[in-house]
């Protein structure tokens, strides 16, 4: 825990993943106000469909995923096999803002 600012758990919400409430809530909390400015990584399809109905980015963590198949099914924005994939993804993410 000591590596987050804040973490959401099922009982901070009224409306669980794959609705975009845990996202705006951990937004909240970290004075965040456009969903564009950050990266949510999941292993399930549910944690894809929050990202991608919060209006944010998502990177399918492949290492974590029960059935990585359909998670990919999902079309998160990026795919990332180890959590060096995920500093990659972010990597790749801003240089295309930057263009």
Not at 6 to 27: F, L, N, Q, S, W
Not at 81 to 87: A, D, E, K, Y
Request: proline share 9%; glycine share 6%; hydrophobic share 45%.
């Amino acid at each position: 825990l000591s590596y987050f600012r804040t973490v959401v758990g099922h009982d901070d919400v009224d409306r669980p993943k794959p609705d975009p409430e845990p996202i705006y809530e951990a937004m909240a909390r970290l004075v965040i106000d456009d969903a564009e400015q950050i990266l949510f990584v999941g292993d399930s399809p549910a944690d894809i469909l929050a990202a991608r109905n919060a209006g944010c980015p998502s990177v399918a963590a492949m290492w974590g995923a029960l059935d990585p198949e359909v998670l990919v099914d999902t079309s998160p924005a990026c795919v990332a096999r180890t959590p060096r994939g995920v500093l990659q993804a972010l990597e790749s993410l801003v240089a295309e803002r930057v263009r």
